[in-house]
Nanobody, 126 residues
């Protein structure tokens, strides 16, 4: 059974940094695409970043490119999202997710994955 648990959320001021972690179990990273989604109040969930471990393809949402870095450590079965230069519009609940390898490419991220964690709140205040 696939299981994803996020941690590392919190409250920061504009320009600050946070590092989210996601402990994964029940699947092999190389067989899946893994990623991060977020959902702000009153808005639809959007894909932030993904990695397709089998070939290293990686995607970033335009609004976070250059500020966020996603990585994965298959030896620890853990995903990370390093978020720098945070802005108020980054405020959202962040979810890690796992899906089929075709869910992630250099220029795209499918908006529906198969498995999600419970989410962690990120709040950026000015």
């Amino acid at each position: 059974e696939v299981h994803l648990v996020e941690s590392g959320g919190g409250s920061v001021q504009v320009g600050g940094s946070l590092r989210l972690s996601c402990a994964a179990s029940g699947f092999t990273f190389e067989d899946f695409a893994v990623g991060w989604f977020r959902q702000a109040p009153g808005k639809e969930r959007e894909g932030v970043s993904c990695i397709r471990s089998s070939d290293g393809r990686r995607y970033y949402l335009n609004s976070v490119a250059g500020r966020f870095t996603m990585s994965s450590d298959s030896t620890k079965s853990t995903l990370y999202l390093q978020m720098n230069s945070l802005k108020p519009e980054d405020t959202a609940v962040y979810y890690c997710a796992a899906g089929y390898p075709s869910s992630c490419g250099d220029q795209y991220m499918v908006q529906g994955y198969d498995y999600y964690g419970q989410g962690t709140q990120v709040t950026v205040s000015s």
